[in-house]
């Protein structure tokens, strides 16, 4: 029988792109290794012609699975969710699985590419106010859509990849120094998914590159 | 026998993420109805209290369709691929779905939301330097991105979900004035589904709601 290679997931601890990844590995029961690559040091290791190689973006995560190398966090979760489908992280109804990739993209698309490093670096001054109002803006909005789709985690009763974008980005928040007094029910589903393993064992706080600082 | 109320698709004539919603509902032959919301007059009719319970993301597009309304332009054609399957705009490859979706992605959540209409009103001063940056960045990675995957269109030689994405991103940057010498590719890809009729018939020049000074 040939030996057959691990997934290898290029991440950083603090990625919440990267996290969602490891959430969707983690609930599949996927055994992978990381290829660390920080964001911060030598001027930030994805800059590398290496890595460059890796995911022309220059962005994690990036996963190599099945001798390909994907790189976009959606797609590479969907990837993995039909040829790995058990245990689901799309419900069946087609409704129910439109409204889980709206919440989905509405945070990948509509809030974390406006507060990301390489944005971020850009805006210069200002910077955290510029991200606070982003959030703001997008939590607003999530809050209220959650209002339609949501029962224990943000659709219905099953953790789905909603899901995987909304911890992370609750925890983008913290880090920007949001109030989450006006979004209880991001809150409330928050507080409920990060009591689940496979979003514990996917904590920046204790990945293999967590330097000590941040160590839970 | 019941009659079944046409899509509406809540759009403005110049939005990319319109336009992509546009091009799938031509491709797949779905007559629809359209509602213009004028992102500019009236200080933005996004911004209504009527058109947030729309939306409450306040965005172009949303789509009712089927008793419900659907926004985030992808969340929209993935629903459209799943519940009216033929003409597909996914491969059927696993590996090709994800390259589609990858390429989808760089562009909806890489590149568009960093030069959308509320974005750049917060950036102010400066906003053509930053759109044309966050355009060119995410050109050389997709310019690099499609070396593997293309064929005739960004994947191989059938029309998916990356080449939606594509057309209306190339306008955007014309409107942005980035040169394309730099992206024999993107810029080859583009012309040839220019050639399309659905590319044609969703084309921003010739909406409901398309002013004169834009029509062709």
Redesign the interface.
Known sequence: MAAVEKPLLFSYFRSSCSWRVRIALALKGIQFDQCPINLIQDGGQQLTDEF?RV?????VPALRI???T???????I??LE??RPLPPLLPKD??K???C??L???I???I???QNLF?LQ?VGDGKLE?AQ?FIMK?F???E??LQETSGKYCVGDEVTMADLCLVPQVANADRYKVSMTPYPTISRINEALLQLEAFQVSHPSVQPDTPQDFQA
Do not use: F
């Open positions: 460059k995911n022309p973006m220059q962005q099945d001798g390909v994907i790189s976009q966090s959606l797609a590479i969907e990837y039909e040829t087609p409704i699985r439109a409204q990739r709206m989905s993209d509405h990948t698309s509509g974390q590419p406006l944005v850009k510029w109002y997008g607003q909005a999530l209220m859509l």
